[in-house]
């Protein structure tokens, strides 16, 4: 049967980061929300029309258009052995949603890795931020930084600061997951979903933990 995690956490404390190496390691999809959002802005298609302007607000892409969106993803070839869900779901009804779409390719949420961090490392983190523009990888100027400035390791494009990265969007951010994603650790823990995972480590570190995670 497909397998599906759900990288929990705030913004910043590296689910993209390890979502892109778990999923090299175990061969699933990584599924990032936040990507496919940026590349419908950057093809300016009718989704990222719709969705840039409560993207660079740092408010969450309406429901009904994030949901769509995810469950079209989820039914590309790559899929099929199952994803790694990065930025998905935010929201109670999401999350609702998700188990929906799961049942529907006859599969279940397989863990729900919760990644915890200090909220001023946080802050370090996506200020320091930079991301590739045509695949979406991401470094950091001091914790993780390209082998040559302001370009890709992986495919040589320019990198980027993310528009939303500055600080009082930053902030905003921050104060709109803890209103609207952070019922989700609750509804994950009652599940018996949930692991904790000490995010503020060595990116090698914070990976063998969400491996023994996942295992378990
Ligand atoms: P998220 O997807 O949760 O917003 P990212 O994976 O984009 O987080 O990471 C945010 C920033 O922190 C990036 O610049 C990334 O390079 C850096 N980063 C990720 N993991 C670590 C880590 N374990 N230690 C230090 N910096 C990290
Ligand atoms: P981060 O890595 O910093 O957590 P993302 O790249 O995941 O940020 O998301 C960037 C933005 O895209 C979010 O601030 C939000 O506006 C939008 N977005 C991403 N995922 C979702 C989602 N599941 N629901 C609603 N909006 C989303």
Known sequence: MATYIVLLGPPGVGKGTQAEILAEQTGLAHVSTGELFRENIKNKTELGVLAESFIHK???VPDNLTIAM??????CPDCGEGAILDGFPRTPVQA???NAML???GAQLNAVPYIIVPEEVIIRRLSGRWTCR???HIFHTLFNPPVKEGICDHDGS???QRDDD???TVKHRIQVYIDRTSPLVEYYRTNGLLTEIRGDQEIEQVTQELLDAIKS
């Open 96 to 98: 609702e949603a998700a």
């Open 134 to 136: 045509e695949h979406g």
């Open 158 to 160: 320019e990198l980027y």
């Open 70 to 75: 995810v469950k079209e993803r989820l039914s």
């Open 103 to 105: 049942a529907d390719l």
């Open 58 to 60: 740092g408010e969450l």
């Open 166 to 168: 500055k600080l009082e």
